[in-house]
């Protein structure tokens, strides 16, 4: 799981996470010497923020060699573009959602060129990991990727979007208390090494964040705290070499459900409440999950999905299967029919699977 000991990792060179970041965009850019991009805009994101980011790097004297819009993560169809990047280019743009950025991520990592990763939703920490989620052979695949040169976010925009994003953003952010907890019990089942560093980083990312005082999710410290920490979590996973710091039982539930459901949930929503759900099989810091969970309203808006406890109940059994070389809670017998009891006799999933 560790990495060999002074091995290299690589960091963010710039890390910009704050109100109106999207117009300094073209600075930034320039001052590392990237004066000549190619940029791929979310679906109809070129109308919403096209004219901000042009302005911007026209105002730095930096070239946009080539931009378009990109729903589309077909590998294949993302081989063939990245190789007809034009050999002028010094970085990639991705500026959307998580499509456009693992698209945008892949194409940087083929063409061995500095990405720069703008999210203009906080919908899960994929802005910052060093992989990304593409279709291959019609299926979703995690595909080796490199770490984000620069990531660049405007609270003000993150803000801006709907709010089922900021509760896919929470619901990953929570995971890491489980995931850790995961890694944790692995290694204790089956003498795997944990890095230290790396599970100190996204503890104190997790921690600095579900302590965060706040009223509104809308507000900027508030905001500000959850991009940081989502941040935080992809370098944590860069130090480890892979993504047991924040990915232990509860994303697997969620992966098993993206492959059996017809109509799967935003990833961080399927991820919080599975988070919820394993935090009380572990029997570890679900009073602190449960509260920011209902007091950010996450939960509320989870009542408002119509899921089915059946398909959560074959998710649980099939999670095992989805990293049969994992060994997590829901890796044993007794702990997924503890899962499935949680599911079943908790206040608060009645409400969310009724």
């Not at 679906?43 to 004297?61: H, K, Q």
């Not at 703008?118 to 060093?130: I, K, R």
């Not at 009380?280 to 920011?292: E, F, G, K, P, S």
């Amino acid at each position: 799981m560790a990495r060999n000991k002074g091995s290299e990792i690589n960091i963010p060179t710039i890390l910009k996470v704050e109100k109106d970041a999207i117009s300094g965009l073209g600075a930034d850019l320039k001052d590392h010497k990237l004066d000549e991009v190619v940029i791929f805009f979310g679906n109809g994101l070129i109308d919403m923020f096209g004219e901000r980011v042009f302005d911007s790097c026209r105002e730095a004297s930096v070239s946009i060699l080539s931009y378009q819009e990109l729903d589309d993560v077909n590998i294949e169809t993302m081989t063939s573009m990245a190789f007809s990047i034009s050999n002028r280019a010094k970085a990639v743009i991705g500026i959307g959602g998580g499509k456009v950025i693992d698209a945008a991520k892949y194409m940087g990592y083929l063409r061995q060129l500095p990405f720069i990763s703008v999210p203009t939703s906080s919908s899960s920490d994929g802005f910052a990991s060093a992989s990304a989620s593409l279709l291959v052979e019609g299926k979703r695949v995690s595909v080796p990727a490199a770490m984000a040169f620069g990531i660049i976010v405007d609270t003000e925009v993150i803000r801006t979007a709907p709010d089922k994003f900021l509760y896919s953003g929470i619901g990953d952010m929570v995971s890491k208390i489980t995931a850790n907890y995961d890694w944790l019990f692995e290694a204790e089942h089956k003498g795997n090494s944990v890095d230290d560093f790396a599970m100190m980083i996204a503890k104190k990312a997790v921690n600095s964040f579900v302590r965060v005082p706040f009223e509104d999710i809308h507000e900027q410290l508030f905001l500000k705290e959850l991009l940081d920490s989502l941040a935080m979590s992809g370098i944590a996973n860069e130090i480890a070499g892979g993504s047991a710091p924040t990915s232990g039982s509860e994303h697997l539930i969620s992966h098993a459900l993206d492959k059996i459901g017809e109509q799967p949930q935003l990833h961080g929503i399927q991820v919080g409440i599975a988070t919820y759900i394993m935090a009380l099989v572990q029997d570890h810091r679900y009073i602190r999950i449960r509260t920011i969970l209902t007091k950010t309203g996450f939960f509320d808006y989870c009542k408002t999905l119509g899921l089915s406890k059946d398909l959560w109940i074959r998710a649980i059994d099939m999670a095992p299967a989805i990293k049969p070389h994992r060994y997590t809670y829901i890796h044993e017998d007794e702990y997924r029919e503890m899962a499935k009891r949680v599911l079943v006799e908790d206040d608060i999933l009645k409400q969310i699977f009724a």
